[in-house]
């Protein structure tokens, strides 16, 4: 049974810091996975999407990275804004075409 | 273009009433999905549909049925509320290409006591 971990469960780090939250996942047969941002009391917004056959995408300030033989994804996160302070999500599809969520990582970027 | 919406945000409920949860996306997506979010546990899959008329189990389907009458519509029912389902539901829909993004609804948070 595929599970999804996330570390640390929570971050506070003070504006402008370079920082990196981490997934892992215990099956590597995964189709993709993604990385997504929960603001308080809202929906998930979708920041990154990674294939199983890639290794990096890029988005901005943000770079996910997916290494499936060890079953690992980072997200990193360049000079970080209090605008970034939310919840962030990793997701794993695996080849049944299910979705299965990371416990999320809480990241609060002070001024 | 309003992407998915949920209809209440917000719900009280007494242990043994039913409620049904509305979820409505506007983008013409086959696939739709009820996801319940608690502390500490990130989001686990409900019931999810892949075309009209079409349901089945998630990961966590017990106490809940589900609807999926027309394509734009997918309903989560609650017959007889437990205050082990308080939680905040998600929709969700996607395309039926692989490889893509789901849409979120903003969530109904739901308290049963």
């Known amino acids: 049974k595929q599970e999804v971990t996330q570390i640390p469960a929570a971050l506070s780090v003070p504006e402008g810091e370079n920082l990196v939250l981490n997934c892992s996942f215990t099956?590597?047969?995964?189709?993709?996975l993604q990385w997504f941002r929960q603001d308080p009391g809202k929906g998930l917004t979708s920041l990154l999407l990674?294939?199983?056959?890639?290794r990096e995408q890029t988005s901005g300030r943000l770079n996910a990275s997916l290494d499936k033989s060890s079953g690992r994804s980072t997200l990193y996160i360049a000079a970080s804004q209090p605008g970034d302070s939310a919840t962030y999500l990793c997701?794993?599809?695996?080849?049944?075409?299910?979705?299965?969520f990371g416990p999320g990582t809480s990241l609060s970027v002070i001024p | 273009n309003a992407g998915v919406t949920q209809t209440p945000k917000f719900r009280v409920l007494k242990t043994g009433q039913s409620m049904t949860l509305l979820c409505a996306q506007d983008?013409?997506?086959?696939?739709m999905y009820w996801y319940r979010q608690d502390p500490g546990m990130g989001l686990r899959l409900i019931h999810y549909?892949?075309?009209?008329?079409?349901?089945a189990k998630g990961e966590v389907p017990d106490g809940y049925n589900v609807s999926r009458l027309k394509k734009q519509n997918f309903l989560l029912g609650l017959e007889s509320a437990a205050p082990s389902q308080t939680s905040v539901y998600f929709c969700?829909?996607?395309?039926?290409?692989?490889?893509?993004?789901?849409?979120f609804g903003p969530g109904t948070r739901l308290t049963v006591l």
């Open positions: 990674i294939q199983s056959s890639q």
């Open positions: 983008m013409n997506h086959e696939y």
């Open positions: 969700a829909s996607k395309t039926k290409l692989a490889g893509v993004v789901q849409f």
């Open positions: 549909s892949v075309g009209e008329g079409t349901t």
């Open positions: 997701a794993v599809r695996d080849s049944y075409d299910k979705v299965i």
């Open positions: 099956d590597s047969a995964i189709y993709n």
